[in-house]
């Protein structure tokens, strides 16, 4: 009976080393974008171009999970800032391997649009981060394979290269250094079709938010303009109690104060 | 704006305050502008280069307090071009919302439709020298003082708007631009507002995936019709607002790669049933279908096909008196509007262009905007019109420009 539980402890690394590329994406996509049931969070993203200049984007964005991790998700996001488009507010359906439902608000004539959604890689509001890289790519998309262990900071990582399936897209690869411990992704590269890299994500700080570990800093760095965003959530919370109802056009022109503070 | 109403809103905002003095939270902001649009063509028909030339300032209120919110947004400008110093309300408010329910009450701008610069269901106010003199697309709306309530039931939403005085669209100004007039030799001209309110109601949910809504509107034409007191040898002619109904629909929604919008209404024109009164407008059906799309990063097209088509062609062929432009029966144009953004979506470059099918009239407005800062904002853009001397477009050939805004926001 010893020699087998020191066997199954022999076996357990193994164990966890056997996690497929696919799986370990799976649970930081879990970790990174579907962690708890609905998410909060006022987010400062600065513009940064290789002079040093900063322009300043402010938001309040509210995240509802219609399921499990991988599911449906809705968001809802309103603007303080800049100036000319203070109260605008943008709200998007995300389904798996389906094209997104996004609606605008545009306070200035008081109507709300729906606005077309085909281009995930698009710029969001002229930041460094896509569309893709805030709400998430559907893992079906690219295959996954763990390249090797290595670690950023003091941290443990799976390092995962995942590359597009279909041959049209619009980068090469990318390499995901994913925390073994919380899968969080802490770093990540993504690489040209020639196999240049040209951006660089960082995770420059985690934090226990009620009991989710959270990514409340980051940064995404284009490697070849060197223009960056650098993005901080504050007052980060989950699990609220978001009601489906908010994610109406009602809200949309009305945003309630409550969620938006 | 008149003294009396600002007066009104403002003791409207106070008594806000001391409704939620303690849990009101306020925020102020605002801007000031510069609007320039000089005429590359003819001079005005008043005689000045400029169609705008004006200074602005605009103040923003926001205080919020449980389920209150006051909204209050007023302007004060210098006109360059002979209307002087002047303010206005732009938009005075207040919100309460409970439960499934919100009403608003006070001056609001309301938007209804899918259209982009045409309006199938948008019956709201609107001020079409702002479009043409080249200043910025906001003031392209009028306010409308209302009460809207909304009603939010699972199985759809609702919103009642009660206006209980009309308020007109502004048409461009005659001493600024070359309006057709087919009796410029009758100078007594008078207008005639209607004395009673109007109401609309939307009705909007989702229809398999799809934004489906359903709108009603009685009230007036938004412009004016010419009445001569009589034909032969007129000495005098009214401008007044034929009675309206609008009994519409829309509906919008993910197609292809693109949003794929359709609109539709019958314009019951209330005063003038059969046709036969040639200043009043034939009952229309409008119909409008779009399609939106973005082949690649920060670049969008939008295509628009929308038509008119007269009900009553026959008697308005009849009733017509002569030396009036004949309309056809079927108005038929197409718009697109494309949009690049560079530099971090920081420069706009765009471009709206219609053409009337029917008529040849054209519309072409190309617009650069940059932001230099997250402050301050400008834009450089063209206004081209061309088409039939009486057409909608085609009467401003002659007032072509150039414009500027330039803004700074607090």
């Not at chain 1, 080393?17 to 987010?43: I, P």
């Not at chain 1, 649009?113 to 893992?139: H, M, N, P, W």
């Not at chain 2, 702002?130 to 699972?154: N, Q």
């Amino acid at each position: 009976m010893r020699h087998w539980i020191a066997l199954l402890a022999a076996l357990l690394p193994l164990q966890v080393l056997a996690l497929s590329g696919e799986e370990v994406m799976k649970k930081s996509q879990a970790a990174f974008l579907y962690a708890g049931k609905d998410f909060k969070a006022r987010v400062l993203m600065k513009l940064i171009n290789k002079d040093g200049q900063e322009r300043l984007r402010e938001l309040a964005m509210l995240r509802r999970n219609s399921g499990e991790a991988g599911g449906e998700q809705k968001f809802f996001m309103y603007f303080f800032q800049p100036a000319d488009v203070k109260d605008m507010t943008f709200m998007t359906f995300k389904y798996p391997a389906k094209d997104d439902d996004r609606w605008l608000f545009v306070p200035a004539l008081n109507m709300v649009k729906r606005i077309a959604a085909q281009d995930k890689r698009s710029s969001f509001v002229g930041s460094d981060f896509t569309y893709e890289d805030v709400s998430g790519r559907d893992l079906g998309d690219d295959s996954h394979v763990i390249e090797r262990e290595d670690k950023v900071g003091a941290r443990d990582c799976y390092v995962v290269k995942s590359t597009p399936k279909a041959g049209d897209a619009d980068f090469g690869h990318k390499l995901t250094w994913v925390d073994k411990a919380n899968f969080l992704p802490l770093k990540e590269e993504q690489y040209d079709r020639r196999g240049a890299r040209y951006k660089l994500f960082t995770a420059d700080e985690v934090a226990d938010v009620k009991g989710f570990p959270t990514v409340t800093r980051r940064t995404m760095k284009n490697l070849q303009s060197g223009h960056r965003s650098e993005v901080t959530y504050v007052k980060s919370d989950y699990d609220l109690g978001i009601d489906d109802s908010l994610f109406t056009e009602r809200f949309l022109r009305q945003p309630p104060r409550k969620w938006i503070d | 704006m008149d003294r009396l109403n600002v007066r009104r809103v403002l003791a409207l905002i106070a008594s806000l305050f001391a409704v939620q003095p303690a849990a009101a939270e306020l925020t102020v902001s605002g801007f000031l502008q510069q609007n320039t649009a000089f005429n590359t063509g003819a001079a005005n028909p008043d005689g000045r280069r400029y169609k705008w030339l004006e200074e602005r300032a605009q103040l923003k209120l926001d205080a919020t307090g449980g389920g209150w919110r006051g909204h209050f947004k007023a302007d004060a400008y210098y006109d360059h071009l002979g209307r002087g110093l002047g303010s206005e309300v732009r938009e005075a408010f207040l919100d309460y919302s409970a439960g499934a329910f919100d009403v608003r009450v006070g001056r609001q701008v309301i938007t209804w439709g899918l259209g982009d610069l045409v309006f199938v269901n948008d019956v709201f106010p609107k001020d079409h020298e702002a479009l043409f003199a080249g200043r910025p697309l906001e003031y392209l709306k009028r306010g409308v003082d209302a009460i809207k309530l909304g009603a939010y039931p699972d199985f759809a939403s609702f919103e009642l708007v009660l206006m209980p005085s009309f308020r007109e669209s502004r048409i461009p100004d005659a001493r600024r631009f070359h309006l057709f007039d087919p009796m410029p030799a009758v100078t007594n001209r008078v207008g005639d507002q209607p004395g009673q309110g109007e109401w609309g109601l939307r009705v909007y949910r989702d229809v398999a995936g799809y934004d489906a809504a359903l709108y009603l509107y009685r009230g007036f034409q938004r412009t004016p019709s010419m009445r001569p007191d009589r034909l032969a040898a007129p000495t005098r002619i009214t401008f007044y607002y034929p009675e309206l109904s609008v009994y519409g629909a829309s509906v919008s929604g993910r197609a292809g790669d693109g949003v794929l919008s359709f609109e539709a209404a019958y314009y019951e024109s209330r005063q003038d049933r059969g046709g036969g009164d040639f200043s009043v407008p034939n009952s229309q059906t409008r119909l409008l279908a779009g399609y939106q799309l973005q082949p690649w990063e920060d670049f969008t097209l939008s295509l628009q096909y929308y038509a008119e088509r007269m009900h009553d062609y026959a008697a308005y062929q009849a009733a017509l008196p002569a030396g009036f432009p004949m309309e056809q029966r079927w108005s038929r144009t197409v718009t697109a509007r494309a949009t690049q953004f560079f530099r971090h979506q920081t420069l706009r470059v765009s471009v709206y262009a219609s053409y009337n099918a029917s008529n040849g009239d054209y519309f072409v407005n190309p617009e650069l905007r940059y932001s230099f800062t997250d402050r301050v904002w400008g834009a450089l853009g063209a206004n081209a019109f061309g088409g039939k001397p009486w057409g909608q477009f085609g009467q401003l050939s002659g007032d072509d420009n150039f414009y500027l805004q330039l803004r700074y926001e607090f």
